[in-house]
């Protein structure tokens, strides 16, 4: 049978065609294209007896080991999640691993049901391969990079920004101790292929806040990670009462709002309370052993406090989280970097408006990003 093929070109993400993934579930929980969905042509205990029988008894015997475990009513079911799928995106592109015998099964048993739909040359692993070589073409651009205290809002001015790449949103972790988001962490392929998939839609220069390599569970490829270290820096510097009110907004407010739709009201409490406590604890070789007392003592009166409607009794941990812990952890890194350039130092309009013209004029005129912090 005449099966049709479409190439791995990266358009396909770009213009959001719809991917179905017959891989089995482990396979998709490790990393899948992005917006794929999983339908998948053997289950997880199915993938595991094939694969035996591969590896004992050659390609043959697996393939009719599976013909036997997918069959009859099964096969039926799986055939119909498919069409059902097609039937609401008649576009839509089939892939495995690597474009071979699942996603050549998947087209063969709709082919029968009167469906033809194309499958991915190589699959995943080749539009894995072609993503991973854009993020590192990418690390070729103009790029700007934004730092500045804890409560700075930098990734409000990333997001506020046509350009913004927003790396934490793409790890799902702000960063920091208390940084986690109540939704589990993408694997560290999904969080490469989110970034991907970010850059697919930012086709010029980046601009990007100031981060460690790594972001939560998530580490930032390499070739990426330098261009980053090489391109020219701003600085956010705004008052503490700003940055206080900023961080209540962030670790609190907007934190309860994500726990309170994904767990309700009395699980969701107890869940924010156990991170933050847990985060807190977690800094225990950092502030001293007197200190974390101190501060667990604050917390621990905040969230009473907070049961009884008053909210703002945060700021009593919060503030000296900035002024002891976060706000000196960054001035050492600054003192160790003090030959680092900043193009420009500012409040946070100051730098939205900086780093808008930046772009303009690397958009305009563009240069690499290492000449450009020279």
Known sequence: MNLPL???????????????????????????????LNLPLMDDEERHLVGISYKQQGQQAAIELGQRLVSGGIKAARVDAWRRELEAHPDAIVYCFRGGLRSQVAQQWLAEAGITRPRIRGGWKAMRQALCAHIDAAAERPMLVVGGLTGCAKTSLITALDQGL??????????????????????????????????LELPGPLVLEDESRHIGSANVP??????????????????????????????????????????GD????????????????RLRKRLGGARLARLQRLQALAFREHERGNRQA???????LLTEYYDPMY????????????LHVGDWDSCVAFARDWVAEAESSPRPSATASA
């Open 6 to 36: 479409v190439e791995p070109d990266l358009a396909l993400l770009r213009e959001g065609r719809t991917l179905i993934d017959v891989r089995a579930p482990v396979e998709f929980a490790q990393g899948a294209l992005p917006g794929a």
């Open 166 to 199: 927003d790396l934490e949103g793409c790890a799902r972790h702000k960063g920091s101790a208390f940084g986690r988001h109540p939704l589990p962490a993408p694997s560290q392929i999904d969080f490469e292929h989110a970034m991907g998939l970010r850059l």
């Open 222 to 263: 390499l070739t990426f990670w330098r261009g980053m270290e090489a391109a020219p820096r701003i600085r956010v510097e705004m008052p503490l009462d700003w940055r206080l009110a900023q961080i209540h907004k962030d670790y609190i407010d907007d934190l309860w709002a994500v726990y309170r739709q994904q767990f």
């Open 266 to 281: 009395w699980l969701g409490w107890a869940l924010m309370r156990k991170q933050l406590s847990g985060a807190l604890g």
């Open 314 to 320: 945060h700021e009593a941990w919060l503030a000296p």
């Open 331 to 342: 001035r050492y890194q600054l003192e160790k970097h003090d030959d680092q350039r900043f």
